[in-house]
């Protein structure tokens, strides 16, 4: 009989008024399922499973639970997996955005209702890592990360193809005229060779190098792709090693510190990962009780080139990263500019990870050093100004050059679905001079979609324009690239300074000098504020509840009950 009263199978009992009685109740119970008392006394590691048919991303993640399930049995410990929400890009509506503090939510009251001594989190599609580290954190208890792994590249007449940058200039390509419908039927067959996470350094991948930098993942974690035996290696040491964290207690917020995130900031900028990846570190700061700021993130754009060599920015992809080194590699790379006494679930610093790593060979050209970036530093960019007082960002590693100053008339869509009703209407007259706006799409109006990156108008693409400047409330794939402004805050449907923008108003942009600003005179924008109309909350439900409580994209879009201090920290 296993006498350990708090731990293990005897951990969060369940409330009968008699803990003896739930305790004899729950041996009961699992005795229909075959465990006996030598199971019982084991250590109990949990295991998410974000299995699901809708998340293609996961395809192969079954085969990974019992892979973790086999390393926690080897290490003497009892895996009990368990099914959270999966959060898929592709097959939600309207973005998974909106549902990544439900997830996280519900992560967090699974780990802390059920009885476990550790936690293996599975995820790695976009919003599915950040929801499982926030909610790791609030839960507190021993915790690690696996994930999916990218996929592999597919093939189209002699190119190598990956989701979702391949797909975005192909399909601008197919709009522009320069591919038939056969090309493009043909493309989409090819784009997705494999089952896991997008191949390019998208937000999938950028989380991945980031939870594996702040420490919460075994060295290597981040990039095997998903349909290799390196995947499946990683997913037995990680089972072996929540047992070992079982034993220890080493819970998150023993590793996690302000220099943790600023190492994180830094890798973020070495890789020109993911715009969204900083509204994702925020929220993951504020969920330990740190703070990072739009400026904190900005002074660490300014000393930190980008050294990866991988989609959108550069012209490699995950493999090549992978087969480089990975994030170990980098790290190794980058550390004059990272604190190496930072700590890790194994229980060694990133000092003591980075000495036993090689650095990146002479031959590969994936992982570049610091004397010979790929490009130079402000990798991503706070901006702000009239239009974004609250801040906002730019990747301009993946923008135009020749548009980082601008100055053009403003032509305004309210939605996502205005903007497909209109954007390719000749009559509406935009010129490549002009500045789109889209407004209503940030966390309050619309659970901010990935749709900042709007297209250029058809019959412009036909005349070879390919980027122009678009500034929104809304979020961008990690997968997109132009010059986009995103994350406008406070957003529209908030009051913010977007709303009051009219098709014409001189809108200029500076990236330089950090600034974006709608030049219209003061008094004109008292007069229009005086007769806004802020959009209905929606009516019920999840929706409602995440409207009337999340917070703007500049503090990490969680919902303001769930971060410490509430509302105002």
């Known amino acids: ?320 990263f992978h087969n480089a080194g990975g994030v170990p590699a980098l790290l190794k790379v980058l550390a004059p500019h990272l604190n190496t006494e930072t700590m890790t679930v194994t229980g060694s610093s990133l000092g003591d990870l980075i000495k036993e790593t090689r650095p990146p060979g002479s031959r590969q050209t994936a992982i570049r050093h610091l004397s010979a970036p790929l490009k130079e530093n402000e990798a991503i960019k706070v901006l702000y100004g009239t239009l974004a007082p609250g801040g906002a960002v730019i990747k301009t590693a993946s923008a135009s050059p020749g548009l980082m100053r601008h100055r053009g008339p403003a032509v305004v869509f309210d939605s996502p679905e205005d903007a497909a009703e209109r954007i390719d209407d000749p009559a509406l007259g935009i010129t490549e001079n002009h500045v789109m706006i889209l407004r209503n799409c940030g966390p309050v109006g619309a659970g901010m979609p990935e749709a900042g990156a709007l297209p250029v108008p058809v019959y412009l693409a036909r005349r070879g324009v390919r980027d122009m400047v678009r500034v929104s409330d809304a979020r961008m794939s990690g997968t997109a690239y132009g010059t986009v402004i995103l994350h406008c805050a406070p957003e529209a449907a908030a009051g913010g300074p977007l709303a009051l923008v009219r098709d014409g108003d001189p809108i200029e942009l500076d990236v330089p000098s950090g600034r974006i600003d709608l030049a219209v005179p003061p008094e004109e924008l008292v007069k229009r504020r005086a007769s806004l109309v802020l959009p209905a909350l929606p009516e019920r439900g999840w929706k409602r509840l995440y409207a009337a409580h999340v917070n703007q994209a500049n503090r990490g879009c969680d919902l303001d009950f769930l971060t410490p201090g509430g509302e105002n920290n």
């Open 1 to 320: 009989m296993n006498n350990k009263k708090n731990t293990g199978i005897n951990r969060n009992l369940t409330s009968y008024g008699d803990p003896e009685f739930s305790r004899y109740l729950r041996r009961a119970f699992l005795a229909s399922a075959g465990y006996d008392d030598t199971d019982l006394d084991r250590p109990v590691v949990g295991i998410v499973n974000t299995s699901s048919d809708y998340n293609i991303c996961h395809r192969q993640m079954p085969e990974m639970v019992e892979a973790v399930k086999r390393g926690v049995f080897e290490a003497g410990g009892l895996a009990l997996a368990f099914p959270t929400i999966s959060l898929n890009e592709i097959l939600t509506s309207p973005t998974t955005m909106l549902y990544r503090n439900l997830m996280a939510m519900e992560t967090e009251e699974m780990i802390t209702a059920q009885p476990m001594d550790a936690v293996v989190l599975l995820g790695g599609c976009d919003k599915t890592l950040p929801a499982q580290a926030m909610a790791a954190v609030s839960a507190n208890l021993p915790a690690l990360h696996v994930v999916t792994g990218p996929m592999l590249t597919g093939h189209w007449k002699g190119q190598r193809l990956g989701a979702c940058t391949d797909c975005r200039r192909l399909w601008a390509e197919y709009r522009a005229g320069k591919l038939t419908d056969r090309d493009i039927r043909e493309i989409e067959q090819s784009l997705c060779a494999t089952g896991g996470t997008c191949m390019v350094m998208g937000t999938a991948s950028t989380m991945a190098c980031l939870v594996e930098t702040l420490g919460l993942m075994l060295p290597e974690g981040a990039t095997p792709p998903h349909a290799t035996g390196r995947r499946l290696k990683n997913c037995v040491a990680s089972g072996r090693a929540a047992v070992e964290l079982a034993r220890t207690g080493r819970k998150p917020t023993d590793i996690l510190t302000q220099a943790s995130f600023d190492n994180a900031v830094t890798v973020l900028m070495a890789l020109s990962g993911s715009t969204n990846a900083v509204i994702h570190l925020i929220a993951l700061a504020r969920r330990a009780g740190i703070p990072l700021s739009l400026d904190r993130i900005n002074q660490t754009s300014k000393k930190v080139p980008v050294l990866v060599d991988c989609k959108p920015a550069g012209k490699g992809y995950m493999e090549d």
